[in-house]
């Protein structure tokens, strides 16, 4: 099988099912920022954390293909045979931020991204996790997305903020506090 098929050179693409689009449309932004969100996460994965880390991540990757196989559907075609989010993905997020968030200091300010370079790869991922929330949200004014694949990325970019915190504290890089000027 070819790389390149030469079928998307006039600016459309093919759907799951076979319906053609703009390359533009915002099903496909939805999907190809989660396709640049799964290559963020990739970034954290490959660098030199906790295998406890390394494992729920690629969960993570995997659910993120899922909901990327979703939302590349023809909405047409109903009846395709199609992974799914299900509520026990949510509730594995929610398991693994709790599990981190245990050992956290209580936050009292937002912290500023940064102080180490994973660190900082968590907040590129989780602001391109919630501008992926945004595209799937807009694109619910005209097609139908599974209500699942919304919380799914609500949640994921909550585990994202809570990973950050906890790698900056298992990585020894101090936490920057914006405290606004008065």
């Known amino acids: 099988m070819k790389v390149y098929t030469k079928t998307g050179d006039k600016g459309e693409t093919s759907l799951f099912g076979g319906k053609r689009v703009l390359k533009s449309n915002v099903r496909i932004d939805a999907y190809g920022t989660s396709d640049e969100l799964n290559s963020w996460i990739g970034l954290i994965r490959g660098q030199k954390i906790e295998a406890n880390h390394v494992n729920v991540l690629i969960e993570i990757q995997d659910r993120i293909f899922t909901l990327g196989a979703q939302l590349a559907a023809d909405p047409d075609k109903p009846k395709l045979k199609l992974p799914k989010i299900e509520a026990k993905d949510i509730e594995y997020l929610e398991n693994a931020i709790d599990e981190m968030d245990k050992s956290l200091p209580t936050m009292t300010h937002f912290t500023l991204p940064g102080g180490n370079d994973v660190v900082s790869y968590c907040h590129i991922a989780r602001t391109v996790c919630r501008r992926c929330e945004r595209l799937i949200i807009e694109l619910t004014q005209s097609a139908h ?37 008065k």
Request: proline share 3%; charged share 30%.
């Open 145 to 181: 997305v599974d209500e699942l694949v919304i919380q799914y990325v609500n949640r994921l970019s909550d585990y994202l903020f809570v990973l950050s915190r906890k790698l900056s504290q298992e990585l020894d890089a101090k936490e920057e506090y914006w405290i606004p000027r």
